[in-house]
């Protein structure tokens, strides 16, 4: 019997964006990105710098409400569309929309999942994945579509780095924003692997002992963001990179200072500077190992003239360039 791909709830909509004209010399990104079908056919080439990338949004923020922050996240996936599409367009792949899918009624592990099922379809057609979330449980729904590829069921070594004031690795009765990786750490053990989680920019005062107790039992590798240097990171992330094969990001804006993120679930007081994360964006990048990534947590109800939006566009140009 013939499976069914996976596909978002709701399909692309048409991109926007200031137009300049038509040639290839005025191109932006609203006149690059073309809707994602499954006829789409995989580019040759299997490293990241030359796979077709695939946006596909998590409308989610069910996550953030069951940790008891403030909700709104659900609304990120347009409003990184619309930074990105007045954006130029200079990547030398092309970049698709598979559409989003939606998380109603709190059925947030439903969502999930078939986000998960979108993902590794997309992965094992041999594209580079793109997730816009959603609340930091969009996390989770990443983790099930690489895990569930067969990139990593194959063996490679997969490592999760994530940009984040937070662990997120609260051992919660119920599934949010703050257990994603604990889940991931629960999912890999079951699975017979232990999980390789590295993060940039923790706030020793927004994470309890218990939090950072769970963190060295899982041998979680971590930076205080008081120690973000730029040599620091490079050398941290460089360190992560020696010990993986693939990597899947996940870029909690909330790793950024209140001043350059403000519209986000958690506003950081101290943060880690922009320029340190976009570089460790173009480490990533150049790495070779990127297999998918994903940008959580902007609220864009408290966005202050899409300032939040505009850091997350920057940040997925980068890391697709």
Known sequence: MEISPAVADIRPTPWTGRFDGAGDEHRRWWQAVAPHTPAVAAPGGTDAGSRAAVVVGFRSDEGVRRNKGRIGAAAAPEAIR???????????????????????????????????????????????TVLLGGGHETAFASYLGVAGSEAVKSGKRLGV???????????????SSGTPFLQMARAEAAAGRGLNYAVVGISEPNNTRTLFDTADRLGVKYLLDEDCSAAAVQDFVASFLDGVDLVYLTIDLDVLPASVAPGVSAPAAYGVPLHVINAVCKQLG???KLLHLDVAELNPGFDIDSRTAKVAARLVNTLLG
């Open 82 to 128: 619309q930074a990105l599409g007045p954006l130029a367009f200079h990547l030398d792949r092309d970049v698709f929309d598979a559409g989003d899918v939606v998380v109603e009624d709190g059925s947030l592990e439903a969502g999930q999942e078939r986000a998960g099922r979108v993902i590794s379809e997309l992965l094992d057609a041999g594209k580079l």
């Open 161 to 175: 780095l994530n940009l984040d004031a937070h662990f997120d690795l609260r051992d919660d009765p119920v599934p």
């Open 286 to 288: 150049a790495s070779g």
